[in-house]
């Protein structure tokens, strides 16, 4: 009688040994083992119960491990040492479960920016009802953004109560969000008359909301004046529309500096209305650079533009005539670049973009 073969092991190519039985020619059955790879079929089965004896876990008598083997073909690297970021981490969870608020929001905070929210929510949560005014506003903050706006509000309405700094701006920026004007104002309008610039840029926008653009160029020339590029860009498309250029452009290009990219789009196209030809593609052309949608629809235009004018020429000569086809058929480079521009555009959400394209 043949003897059984031994169980599976590991081999040191990551290959798997295992037991193989099969009849011989002559009728009586062999046993014996057999290499397999990951591209065998039986490959996970039988390396999941060689894993499961790795951790200890009991036989499994349909698919039997060599116990010598097993030991032999352990991995025998430690496990890799844990990051400092990994470190730290650990550490805070330790102070934290032991009732410490400050590691509570310490932890919150780092694994909000790992993106880490579920987890996040929960230590805000925790130093939130053990009474810290900041883990309030965090919370609000960070259940608002998850769409989750009736608790939120409840948030950060404690947070103003227990007297944290800047929670009433978030109440309002929210209240705004939602739509509730008279709500908003009532949480942006003392933030913005102790100085806070965001907040005096979104008063603007609660005024515009009211119809009431006088009022909101006020506060968005104070916002402005406080450094908001916000304001800078939407203040540069007021007084543009007034027609003070000089003004329009050194706003926006304020705006520009401050990280407003899509202000320019609109001093691309403030310089094309002025006939600076030049200028205008160069800020749209930059803002094409930086990512901004706007700049790329208003670039399309600008080079689909550019080659459309009535043609002149002799269309009985061969290269008039194929020049004009061209054109007409929006096979020249401007035109072409121009479709690219706006399905970039489209591909980014940006509404008019995907009309054109769909007129095209």
């Not at 499994?60 to 025998?76: A, T």
């Not at 978030?170 to 949480?187: F, K």
């Amino acid at each position: 009688m043949t003897e059984p073969a031994s169980g599976a092991r590991r081999l040191a190519d990551g290959r798997l040994l295992i037991p193989w039985q099969g009849k011989q020619p002559d009728g009586t059955i062999a046993n014996g083992m057999v290499e397999i790879g990951p591209e065998d079929e039986r490959f996970a089965e039988w390396s999941a119960s060689i894993a499961a004896r790795e951790r200890g876990g009991p036989p499994d008598d349909e698919h039997p491990v060599d116990p010598i083997g097993l030991q032999s073909f352990r991995d025998p690297r430690p496990d890799p040492a844990p990051t400092a970021h990994e470190r730290r981490l650990a550490t805070l969870r330790a102070i934290a479960e032991r009732g410490d608020v400050g590691a509570m929001e310490q932890l919150a905070h780092l694994l909000r920016d790992a993106n880490t929210l579920t987890e996040a929510e929960h230590w805000f949560r925790r130093a939130a009802e053990r009474g810290s005014a900041t883990a309030m506003a965090d919370l609000g903050l960070l259940l608002g953004t998850h769409g989750r706006v009736a608790e939120a509000v409840r948030w950060l309405t404690a947070a103003i109560a227990a007297g944290c700094a800047g929670a009433d701006l978030q109440l309002g920026l929210l209240q705004l969000e939602r739509g509730n004007i008279d709500e908003a104002e009532r949480w942006l309008r003392p933030a913005a008359e102790a100085g806070s610039p965001e907040a005096l840029c979104n008063m603007g926008v609660v005024a515009n909301r009211r119809g009431s653009n006088d009022e909101a160029e006020q506060w968005y020339e104070r916002a402005a004046d406080a450094g908001n590029p916000t304001a800078m860009r939407t203040l540069g498309l007021y007084v543009a529309r007034r027609g003070e250029f000089e003004r329009a452009v050194e706003l926006l290009t304020e705006a520009v500096r401050r990280g407003r990219t899509d202000a320019m789009a609109i001093l691309g196209s403030l310089h094309l209305d002025h006939d600076d030809t030049a200028t205008g593609e160069y800020w749209l052309r930059r803002g094409v650079a930086a990512d901004d949608p706007d700049s790329m629809f208003h670039l399309a235009l600008f080079l689909r533009e550019r080659e459309t004018y009535p043609f002149t020429g002799d269309l009985s000569e061969p290269g008039v005539l194929r020049a004009a086809a061209a054109i007409a058929t929006g096979r020249t480079p401007a035109q072409q670049e121009a479709r690219q521009l706006l399905e970039r555009a489209a591909a980014l959400g940006h509404p008019q973009s995907l009309s054109l394209l769909h007129d095209l």
